[in-house]
C-alpha cells in the first residue's frame, strides 16, 4: 500500500500530519514508564501499573499488526480568556477530543481498507496503553520536548495523538525522528508552578494538570494556591515553549469553546445548576469532570482569596 496515499486522506479528513512506522518492540521506551512508576510519579494512575506487556508490543492489541499510523491533529487557540475568571486549558475548551478524533481516525481507517480491503485495524486516541509518543517519533514526527510532550516544527505542542495499528503493509516508512531541539532552554520546567516538571520527567503528584484533572481525591491546599486560577488543566510548560510561540491556530471548528463558556466568572460558576452544566458543557471534557468537583475546586480557591489565607 502506498504511504504517501494514506497521508493524503489523512490531510484531507482534517489532520494536520501523520507518519507511518514499522511495528516494532519498545523495549527501551517501556522500561522507561515502568521505572517512572516505581519511582511513584504516576500518582493515583494505577491504570499505569498494568499492562506492561501491551506497551511494549502492539501486536498484543491488534495480532498480526505491521505498522502504526500516527497523526497530529493543531488544537492551538491563541484567545485568552477575560483575567479573572477560572481558566481552562486549550484541549478542553470545544468538544472532546477523543470523539473528533475516533470519527477521522475510522474514516482515515476506511480509505485503508478500500485499498487492501483484508487489512484489519483499530484506531486509538488514548484509549489503550499504548506508547503514543514514542510512535510519534518513530513515524518522524518530532521530538519529546523537556516538557514530555511531543515538538513539531510549526505545530508545536499543542496537538492531539491519534493512532491507528492496522496489518496492512506499506511501500515506504517514515524515518524515525532522533533530534532533539530544546537543547539548553528549560523554559518549560521554570515555567512549571508547582516544580513537577523535570527535563524529560514529570511528577504527576504535583502537576496541575493531573490533580484537576485526573485526581479522584482532594487536591492538596498547597498546590491549589499554587494552581491559582486554573480550574482545569494547565498550559503553563505548553505557554512557555519557544516552539509555540508563532502557531497558527486550530482549523477544528469543533474545538471552538460554545457561548460564553469560557468567560464565566467563578460567581457564576458556583450559581450553576446541574441543569445548565449539562446544556452548557455536553459532550465537552469538562462534563467528564461532573459540576460538583469543578465548583469544589473553585469555591475552595475563592474561600482563600478572601480570606487571604497563606498556606
Not at 75 to 94: E, H, K, L, T
Not at 200 to 213: K, N, P, V
Request: hydrophobic share 35%.
Amino acid at each position: 500500500m502506498q504511504s504517501e496515499a494514506i497521508k493524503e486522506a489523512a490531510r484531507r479528513i482534517g489532520f494536520d500530519a501523520a507518519g507511518i512506522a514499522p511495528v516494532a518492540l519498545l523495549s527501551e521506551e517501556a522500561e522507561h514508564v515502568r521505572r517512572w512508576v516505581r519511582e511513584g510519579k504516576h500518582a493515583g494512575m494505577d491504570y499505569m501499573e498494568r499492562n506492561e506487556e501491551v506497551r511494549e508490543d502492539v501486536r498484543r492489541l491488534v495480532p498480526g499488526a505491521h505498522s502504526v499510523i500516527v497523526t497530529l491533529t493543531n488544537y492551538y487557540d491563541p484567545c485568552p480568556q477575560p483575567a479573572g475568571v477560572p481558566r481552562i486549558a486549550m484541549y478542553a475548551r470545544g468538544r472532546d477530543y477523543h470523539a473528533v478524533l475516533k470519527e477521522r481516525l475510522h474514516a482515515l481507517l476506511r480509505e485503508i481498507r478500500q485499498q487492501e480491503p483484508e487489512a484489519e485495524g483499530r484506531c486509538f486516541v488514548d484509549s489503550a496503553p499504548l506508547l503514543e509518543h514514542a510512535w510519534a517519533r518513530r513515524a518522524g514526527l518530532g521530538w519529546q520536548g523537556k516538557n514530555t510532550l511531543l515538538i513539531r516544527k510549526g505545530l508545536g505542542s499543542f496537538c492531539f495523538i491519534g493512532t491507528i495499528i492496522t496489518t496492512a503493509r506499506f511501500d515506504r516508512y517514515d524515518t524515525p525522528f532522533t533530534a532533539n531541539h530544546c537543547g539548553t532552554c528549560r523554559r518549560c520546567v521554570d515555567a512549571c508552578p508547582t516544580g513537577a516538571l523535570q527535563p524529560g520527567s514529570l511528577d504527576a503528584r504535583r502537576c496541575i494538570s493531573y490533580q484537576t484533572i485526573e485526581n479522584k481525591e482532594d487536591c492538596p491546599d498547597e498546590l491549589l494556591r499554587l494552581a491559582g486560577e486554573r480550574l482545569f488543566g494547565c498550559d503553563a510548560c505548553q505557554t512557555a515553549c519557544p516552539w509555540n510561540a508563532r502557531l497558527t491556530p486550530h482549523r477544528t471548528a469543533d474545538f471552538l469553546p460554545q457561548g460564553d463558556n469560557m468567560e464565566l466568572t467563578a460567581a457564576e460558576w458556583l450559581a450553576m445548576s446541574p441543569e445548565q452544566f449539562r446544556e452548557r458543557f455536553r459532550g465537552s471534557p469538562l462534563e467528564r469532570a461532573g459540576l460538583p468537583r469543578l465548583q469544589k475546586i473553585i469555591a475552595k480557591n475563592t474561600r482563600k482569596r478572601l480570606n487571604n489565607l497563606d498556606i
